[in-house]
């Protein structure tokens, strides 16, 4: 089992920036995918970044959704089971909660879909005002 606790959400103006964070404890692997996920109100959950990492910092790769290329980073502390979500820029249509989600099976990829991850966080709510 691999327990993920978020943290870092909260109500920020348009423009501004907020760095979420999602510890992992219990059950982890050298080989590990950690994403983030949000959730608007009457949506359904969407992908946003993801990091994948094998054997410390040697085949790394990440991924993004295209309406927060370029304004979001995710990363990771080496040696640490701790991802982070840099968010700058924020639009109100960023609101949502954000969920962290994990996955411990081995793959080449950075999946971008829900099912693809085993382990998912309570989640963080984010809140942009115009």
């Known amino acids: 089992q691999v327990q993920l606790v978020e943290s870092g959400g909260g109500l920020v103006q348009a423009g501004d920036s907020l760095r979420l964070s999602c510890v992992a404890s219990?059950?982890?692997?050298?080989?590990?995918?950690a994403a983030w996920f949000r959730q608007a109100p009457g949506k359904e959950r969407e992908f946003v970044a993801a990091?994948?990492?094998?054997?410390?910092?040697?085949?790394?790769?990440?991924s993004y959704a295209d309406s927060v290329k370029g304004r979001f980073t995710v990363s990771r502390v080496n040696g640490r089971n701790t991802v982070y979500l840099q968010m700058n820029s924020l639009k109100p249509e960023d609101t949502a909660v954000y969920y962290c989600?994990?996955?411990?099976?081995?793959?080449?990829?950075?999946?971008?879909?829900?099912?693809?991850?085993?382990?998912w966080g309570q989640g963080t709510q984010v809140t942009v005002s115009s």
């Open positions: 989600a994990a996955r411990i099976r081995p793959t080449f990829a950075v999946p971008t879909f829900i099912n693809s991850y085993d382990y």
């Open positions: 219990g059950r982890t692997s050298n080989n590990y995918v």
């Open positions: 990091v994948r990492w094998s054997g410390g910092n040697t085949n790394y790769a990440d």
